[in-house]
């Protein structure tokens, strides 16, 4: 049997939609509704809670701004506008949403549902060194997205504390990589790679792998190959792989056969920075 919402509030301003909360500590902020969408389809019963704040009219939430160093997205952009901002928005980000599959999907979920989720977006907004603003009743504050989540499936958010943007870096990546292996939903495995150089020495580079267990990031092995020279050599490609091969082993979050593609990977965009 499905079960109704009861009370369905729609806050127009934070000052309203706190107010709200405050009021109705019980209610769940709602915006693309992505995720009951899915349970239906996998044949299990619509189960809405029973006070939804949704955020549908919450404009400041839906805005884009780009400055000359930041792109700033309100947390109910949906993922297909993100996606057209492509000549503006960092490639790794752009890559990743556009394969989410179903662009009716893509139209209705936001990316705040799918940072909170700890789906897709995580991995390469987390090799962007992106920061999300999480803001409560009196006060905001900036988290990065790498200690959004800690060693486990639960968000920084504290009680009545909504995602309401994202801010990420505009830097220029000379290589940018990414690979979405097999895998449902928030199980799937994800691994984004960038580099940048200047004159012929590697100036940064980040690799980071989403798994079913979390965020893997080897900062570093990263450390082991900034400001060298380019092209690496095999020694060092090969140290560094071989560096990651351990990692992945030793974190217990990835099976062999799992580990073996997040390897070859690693191993195939590596090698393009080698002899």
């Given at each position: 049997?499905?079960?109704?919402?009861?009370?369905?509030?729609?806050?127009?301003?934070?000052?309203?939609?706190?107010?709200?909360?405050?009021?109705?500590?019980?209610?769940?902020?709602?915006?693309?509704?992505?995720?009951?969408?899915?349970?239906?389809?996998?044949?299990?019963?619509?189960?809405?809670?029973?006070?939804?704040?949704?955020?549908?009219?919450?404009?400041?939430?839906?805005?884009?701004?780009?400055?000359?160093?930041?792109?700033?997205?309100?947390?109910?952009?949906?993922?297909?506008?993100?996606?057209?901002?492509?000549?503006?928005?960092?490639?790794?980000?752009?890559?990743?949403?556009?394969?989410?599959?179903?662009?009716?999907?893509?139209?209705?979920?936001?990316?705040?549902?799918?940072?909170?989720?700890?789906?897709?977006?995580?991995?390469?907004?987390?090799?962007?060194?992106?920061?999300?603003?999480?803001?409560?009743?009196?006060?905001?504050?900036?988290?990065?997205?790498?200690?959004?989540?800690?060693?486990s499936d639960q968000c920084s958010l504290g009680e009545c504390e909504l995602l309401s943007r994202i801010r990420i870096p505009l830097e220029a990546w000379d290589y940018s990589a990414y690979r979405k292996f097999a895998g449902q939903e928030r199980h799937a495995r994800i691994a984004v790679f960038l580099a940048r150089a200047q004159k012929n020495t590697l100036s940064d580079i980040r690799l980071v792998c989403k798994t079913e267990g979390g965020i893997l990031r080897d900062r570093n092995g990263e450390i082991m190959l900034i400001g060298k020279r380019l092209p690496l050599t095999r020694r060092i490609a090969a140290a560094f792989v071989s560096r990651w091969e351990a990692f992945l082993r030793d974190s217990g979050d990835v099976d062999e056969f799992s580990g073996q593609e997040l390897v070859n990977f690693i191993e195939a965009n590596v090698g393009r920075l080698s002899m």
């Open positions: 049997m499905e079960n109704q919402a009861e009370l369905i509030l729609a806050p127009e301003s934070y000052a309203e939609l706190f107010a709200e909360w405050s009021r109705h500590p019980e209610a769940v902020p709602f915006a693309g509704g992505t995720s009951l969408i899915r349970r239906c389809q996998d044949g299990r019963n619509l189960d809405l809670p029973g006070t939804i704040l949704s955020l549908d009219k919450m404009a400041e939430m839906e805005r884009i701004n780009r400055s000359e160093r930041f792109l700033e997205i309100g947390a109910t952009v949906k993922l297909g506008r993100i996606i057209e901002l492509r000549r503006f928005a960092p490639e790794a980000l752009i890559s990743c949403l556009g394969e989410i599959v179903g662009q009716q999907l893509r139209n209705m979920a936001t990316i705040g549902g799918n940072v909170c989720r700890h789906l897709d977006s995580v991995a390469a907004l987390t090799a962007l060194d992106a920061q999300y603003e999480l803001r409560g009743a009196q006060s905001s504050r900036w988290v990065t997205a790498s200690r959004f989540y800690g060693g």
